[in-house]
């Protein structure tokens, strides 16, 4: 007859060996999930994965123009350098210069120290010594004779598809010999090639000379 000794290791033994499969399952699981991770290439970090805001091209003396319908230039934008960005499409520019044009009607230039264009190229930020010129233009058969005008502000917003530049910055507008300051800023129309001024105006008006319409 087995002591208890020798009982108490025969049942161990059986016991061990009703959960040897599992065991060895475990085992299984262990190394194939080890093996998995081995595997696979590391995640990258969060900052890695997100796109940068960094250039991916520069030009010196660059430019970009858009035409109309007719296939003439609509309006061509130019800068010592243009920076690139790759992340939203958008556009850095050095010292901007843009002409805006209209049939029989001379070309509006708006000019910066600093421009920015919108990923979708239809709002042009210009910063610093931001100004309007439209120069002076003799009477034709369709058109009455047009003065010099000159709008400066410290920032211009171009509206590119509207033909609309504007600013809510103090503004100084020139016109022939006249000169008016706002407060507010004011609106300028390419089409109509005209100029609003909104908030406090004041300044000195001239009279046009004999001979102008």
Known sequence: MPTKQEAFK???????????????MGILTLLT??????????????????????????ITNG????????????YRILGSKVIHYDDDATID????RMRLFQVEKPPVTVKA???????DLT?????????????????????????RLLAQSSYFKV??????????????????MSVINSTDGGTFNNVEQSMVLIGQVKGRIERLPRGTP
């Not at 049942?11 to 040897?20: F, K, P, V």
């Not at 998995?36 to 990258?44: A, C, D, L, M, W």
């Not at 120290?113 to 919108?118: N, V």
Request: no cysteine.
């Open 113 to 119: 120290d600093k421009g920015h264009l919108d990923g």
């Open 123 to 147: 709002i042009l930020d210009l910063y610093d010594h931001a100004e309007i010129l439209r120069p002076p233009q003799a009477a034709t058969p369709t058109q009455p004779a047009l003065l």
């Open 33 to 58: 999930f080890w093996l998995v991770q081995k595997s696979t290439p590391p995640e990258k970090s969060t900052i890695e994965q997100v796109r940068l805001h960094e250039p991916d091209y520069t």
């Open 93 to 96: 520019i050095t010292t901007p």
């Open 10 to 24: 025969s049942s161990m033994l059986r016991g061990l060996l009703r959960l040897l499969p599992l065991l060895i």
């Open 63 to 74: 430019a970009l123009s858009t035409l109309n319908e007719l296939g003439n230039t609509k």
């Open 159 to 176: 509206l590119i598809n509207d033909d609309i530049i504007q600013t809510d910055k103090p503004i100084t507008l020139e016109q022939g």
